[in-house]
């Protein structure tokens, strides 16, 4: 069973910067691709960022230049650092991963953006 724990949310001024973490328990961290996704009220949970086990990145249009997704397989942690954050990025986020057709999702972590 996969587990994982982000943490690093909270409110932050438009302009501003934050950085998610997502500690994940596995045995061989750089197996598994790890995602970020938000979920803003009354929206559909949208992906983020992507990061393959070797390193390569994908982002959405909404994000590309201001996020940067990167992993740290030591630690087994992957990370979301948010800059020039803008109010429609307050969402719930969440770190996803899979491993075959098995889905793992994190609980989540809030972040907040004011005008």
């Known amino acids: 069973q996969v587990q994982l724990v982000e943490s690093g949310g909270g409110l932050v001024q438009a302009g501003g910067s934050l950085r998610l973490s997502c500690a994940a328990s596995?045995?061989?961290?750089?197996?598994?691709?790890m995602r970020w996704y938000r979920q803003a009220p009354g929206l559909q949970r949208e992906l983020v960022a992507t990061?393959?086990?070797?390193?390569?990145?994908n982002y959405a249009d909404s994000v590309k230049g201001r996020f940067i997704i990167s992993r740290d397989n030591a630690k087994k942690t992957v990370y979301l650092q948010m800059n020039s954050l803008k109010p429609e990025d307050t969402a719930v986020y969440y770190c996803?991963?899979?491993?075959?057709?098995?889905?793992?999702w994190g609980q989540g972590t809030q972040v907040t953006v004011s005008s």
């Open positions: 996803n991963t899979n491993r075959l057709v098995n889905q793992y």
């Open positions: 990061i393959s086990g070797g390193g390569t990145t």
């Open positions: 596995v045995t061989i961290f750089s197996n598994y691709a």
